[in-house]
């Protein structure tokens, strides 16, 4: 992040880049684009969309070979390919993967969003609904790129926020019908809140200059406030509360939202460091970022069979997407 922040340092603006840097807990994220080699700032729309496509196609399909050979399934296996990004924007798009991966022809495809950094949650639970429906396993892939957009000066201390945290990455999960012996999560349920009269502090639009994010500083408040209400609803239906959840994977959005959500959820000490961890390593990736913080806690403490957790994650509209799993 220190080389990031020396590029922009002699822009207008660009010591407020500098500060949040600094500021920010994130070490390293992912650029597909590197400004040092090839400046974005000064691309049109159209190459920045070209990029961006060409890049998301070939993360997604890293990260899809990567789902299936862990799950132990070969591409003629699946049935479904879900993609959710904000950040591409083209027709055909991702749906290319089915043929790149190596999936069957007839394979069902869906495409969904722009919705932003809680794209994932959503997806996730259309994924399981095809699944229960159809009885075959199903693979949700998420990639969204921040780099080809990089906007040109000024940055003010807003833009500053946006250019510092988000990064680019991709996720992909395996979504299959249940077997026994075999260990897994399961999404039980999805709460959803929406609060329209915050929909200006946090949007997402692609311009002429770039990417263009507002994320009002009042955002990780706005989401605190209203998190605990779609979580506690959630949770009431199982005859749960906050206590029973074993872990929380909440969005790592950046310090402040992660901090102010465990705040006011009163999250046990210790309880999202996965989601510190994954912004401190990767930056924000918006759709994917959440999948990453699933991944890695499954990997580190995995839920056992009737055993609680949630996922968190918040995005434009204003938004929050609570999922609750269970160890299966």
């Not at 990780?220 to 209400?229: C, I």
């Not at 930056?283 to 069979?305: D, E, S």
């Amino acid at each position: 992040m220190k080389e990031f922040a020396e590029f922009f340092a002699d822009d207008a603006g660009g010591q407020n880049v500098v500060d949040m840097v600094r500021n920010a807990a994130i070490e390293t994220k992912g650029m597909a684009v590197n400004p040092l080699a090839d400046d974005p700032r000064g691309w049109g729309t159209a190459r920045r969309m070209q990029v961006s496509l060409a890049v998301a196609r070939s993360l997604g399909m890293e990260a899809v070979r990567r789902a299936l050979a862990d799950d132990g399934l070969r591409p003629d296996d699946v049935g479904l390919l879900v993609t959710a990004t904000t950040t591409t924007h083209s027709a055909p798009g991702l749906d290319a993967l089915i043929t790149q991966v190596g999936m069957r022809p007839d394979t069902e495809f869906q495409s969904l969003g722009p919705m932003g950094c809680y794209a994932a949650l959503p997806a996730l639970a259309t994924t399981r609904n095809w699944v229960e429906t159809h009885g075959r396993p199903a693979v949700l892939v998420c990639t969204d790129l921040f780099s080809p957009y990089l906007p040109p000066p000024p940055y003010d201390k807003e833009q500053a926020v946006v250019l510092t945290i988000f990064g680019d990455g991709a996720a992909a999960v395996v979504v299959r019908p249940g077997m026994e012996h075999v260990r897994g999560l399961d999404i039980l349920d999805t709460e959803t809140f929406y609060a329209p009269e915050f929909a200006d502090d946090l949007q997402i639009h692609v311009g002429d200059g770039g990417l263009r994010v507002r994320l009002a500083p009042t955002m990780p408040d706005v989401t605190a406030a209203a998190v605990a209400g779609p979580t506690d609803r959630l949770l009431g239906r199982y005859g749960l509360s906050r206590a029973d959840v074993r872990w929380w994977a909440l969005h790592p959005g950046g310090r402040r939202i992660i901090d102010r959500v465990a705040e006011e959820l009163a999250l046990p000490a210790g309880s999202v460091d996965a989601s510190r961890a994954v912004m401190r390593e990767y930056g924000n990736t918006a759709g994917p970022a959440v999948i990453c913080v699933l991944g890695r806690l499954q990997r580190l403490r995995p839920l056992a069979p009737g055993e609680h957790g949630v996922a968190l994650a918040f995005g434009p509209g204003a938004t929050i997407w609570a999922v609750l799993l269970r160890g299966a």
